[in-house]
């Protein structure tokens, strides 16, 4: 069975920078789309990112060109390095992975899910 652990989470002032960190057990990383979703409270949860085991990835307009996303199959955890905070980049993040077909951004497409990670931005 696939597990996901999210840590890296925090409070930081607008403009600093997060690691989040995803580590996956179970299951070998990289055959996987792994992508990342944030939820604030009273919304919908919302796409950020997402990467191929290629290394292909793709984001969110409201995050790209700040967040970048790596795997280190070594370690079998997935990255999501976020710079340029924002406070309306306030929310829970959620790692998640895909078995099946491409990546997506609709969060029904993930089988599996980390339990998630709270980033808070405020100054």
């Known amino acids: 069975q696939v597990q996901l652990v999210e840590s890296g989470g925090g409070s930081v002032q607008p403009g600093g920078s997060l690691r989040l960190s995803c580590v996956m057990s179970g299951y070998t990383i990289n055959t996987f789309c792994m992508g990342w979703f944030r939820q604030a409270p009273g919304k919908d949860r919302e796409w950020v990112g997402f990467?191929?085991?290629?290394?292909?990835?793709d984001f969110a307009t409201s995050v790209k060109g700040r967040f970048t996303l790596s795997e280190d199959n070594a370690k079998n955890t997935l990255y999501l390095q976020m710079n340029s905070l924002k406070p309306e980049d306030t929310a829970m993040y959620y790692c998640?992975?895909?078995?099946?077909?491409?990546?997506?951004?609709?969060?029904?497409?993930?089988?599996?899910w980390g339990q998630g990670t709270q980033v808070t931005v405020s100054s």
């Open positions: 990467i191929y085991s290629t290394g292909t990835a």
């Open positions: 998640a992975a895909r078995n099946v077909g491409h990546c997506s951004s609709n969060p029904e497409n993930y089988q599996f």
